[in-house]
């Protein structure tokens, strides 16, 4: 190997992030990667909403909603507050929808 290709390698290396980042940001898709995971977050993209909300207009229990629901909690995607005996769901940050709508665009892109 020559001195420039040397060079080069350095160089992308020092600008990789650590393992435990790239670990952490191919969990964070592996989240986004299931599609009920996604039209939940696509539905708290139009606006908050109460679990049995997502769960009617999904067409699916409100013990599934809760699953996938605990999965984007735990993942800090989604966010929720109690307001009485129910739960009103939102995005957690504005990065979530940053991440939604780069997504959208790339896949509108390539059809």
Known sequence: ?????????????????????????????KVFGDPTRAKIMSCLAVRDLYVSELAGILGMS????????????NAKLVKGSKLGKEVKYCLDDNHVVQIMECGLTHINEVR
């Open 62 to 73: 409100i013990s599934a909603v809760s699953h996938q629901l605990r999965v984007l909690r």
């Open 1 to 29: 190997m020559d001195q420039a290709n040397s060079d080069v390698i350095t160089s992308v290396q020092s600008q990789l992030p650590d393992e435990d980042t790239l670990y952490g940001l191919a969990e964070l898709f």
